[in-house]
């Protein structure tokens, strides 16, 4: 059976803009949809013809009514107080996005010395990992250190910070930030259910995340991290027109095809002028914890192969290890560990040798 995401963009293709012609998804007439257990609201972005509205709205409540696991559906219009940029973040539920209100060259986080995107071309070669563990371990060499997490629609800082349950504390109109293991961090999976499933289409990319750069409370100090969602898309575009970048670290593992996609992130930040810091090869090599034999499961040193070709700095390799996955899932980075492990040491390498570049930019 098709996703909740398939069968609700299905029945947005059903439902025509009289005047356009286009369905509300090519129009873009949806800027919100959020589900929180059978539940959902939906806001849409309309011409102001009253009766335009009522019976668009009318349709999409009957259409959505008739998915399987929906109870209620509520129907919102963008620019409507409430819904809309007319109303402070304290009237509205945090994270709930605003229409825009988009100032012409704004650039957030001017309090952080380095603003550093972490970046890949694939999904789930280790971005989260590769963030919350450089965070984590730039806080060990005695620097202070911000995390935001930019994937909105799959947050995992939450998780891998072990702050799955934790809602930001709200100061007049500004968040506060997360604090653990001396990282500041937000992200949107602590502002919204955990169970609602999420659907962001493009617009909203850009508002949501302009809202918590702008509404949290940012520290400021040496490091902003921000893990970035796989690929080259609304996110990645966003964050070059909010921020000024000082440099991109793109994560690939060793295959041939996440490399390839990694170069494409390589040219997306060069086309922006961000400069790029270096290449991670995470994933590179498994040691067997009982024999010490190492095994190439995802190939190893291709990455540094392709970092020399294509003159970008090589930062270290991050091995493949029980560890690290478990850490992630259990909330607790291995870079937290007070031993030191060979894993620890690799991140240590990476943060001194991200520093190194830093410094030649
Ligand atoms: N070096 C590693 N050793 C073992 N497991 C790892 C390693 N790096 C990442 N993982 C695990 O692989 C999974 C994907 O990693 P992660 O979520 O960091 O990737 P991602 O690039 O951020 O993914 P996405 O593109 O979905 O945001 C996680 O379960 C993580 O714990
Ligand atoms: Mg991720």
């Not at 295959?255 to 090869?281: R, T, Y």
Request: glycine content about 8%; charged content about 20%.
């Amino acid at each position: 059976m098709a996703s909740l995401e398939e069968q609700f963009e299905q029945a947005l293709m059903e439902i025509q803009l009289a005047d356009s012609g286009k369905h509300l998804l090519d129009a873009e007439a949806v800027t919100e949809c959020i589900v929180a257990g059978e539940n959902v609201t939906i806001t849409l972005d309309l011409p102001s013809d009253e009766q335009l509205r009522k019976s668009i709205s009318e349709q999409v409540e009957n259409r959505f009514m008739q998915i399987e696991g929906i109870a209620s559906v509520r129907i919102q219009m963008a620019d409507q107080p409430g819904n809309g940029g007319q109303a402070p973040p304290s009237q509205e539920a945090p994270g709930v996005p605003r229409a825009p209100q988009r100032p012409q060259r704004q650039t957030y986080l001017e309090n952080y010395d380095a603003i550093i995107a972490v970046s890949s071309g694939k999904g789930g070669v280790g971005k989260s990992t590769v963030s919350v563990n450089l965070a984590v371990t730039l806080v060990k060499m005695g620097h202070k250190v911000s995390l935001f997490d930019s994937d909105i629609y799959g947050p995992s800082i939450p998780i891998m910070m072990g702050l799955r349950s934790s809602k930001p504390q709200m100061e007049g109109d500004a968040i506060v930030p997360l604090e653990k293991y001396g990282v500041s961090l937000m992200s949107i999976g602590n502002l919204v259910e955990e169970s609602a499933a999420t659907i962001w289409r493009g617009p909203i990319v850009h508002q949501v995340i302009e809202q918590l750069l702008r509404d949290t409370k940012w520290p400021g100090g040496e490091f902003m991290i921000i893990d970035l969602p796989p690929g080259t898309g609304d996110a990645q575009l966003t964050l070059t027109q909010l921020l000024e970048i000082t440099g991109a670290l793109i994560v690939s593992t060793p295959q041939d095809v996440a490399l390839l996609d990694a170069l494409k992130g390589v040219s997306m930040f060069n086309k922006v002028d961000v400069p790029i810091l270096g290449l991670v090869e995470n994933m590179s090599g498994f040691v067997c914890p009982h024999c010490n034999e190492e095994t190439p499961i995802f190939d190893k040193g291709n990455a540094q192969r392709a970092s020399g070709q294509h003159n970008v700095p090589f930062l270290g390799r991050v091995p493949i290890e029980l560890a690290i996955r478990e850490g992630g899932d259990n909330g607790a980075p291995v870079a937290t560990s007070k031993e030191e492990t060979n894993t620890s040491k690799a991140f240590k390498e990476i943060a001194e040798n991200l520093i190194t570049e830093l410094n030649n930019l």
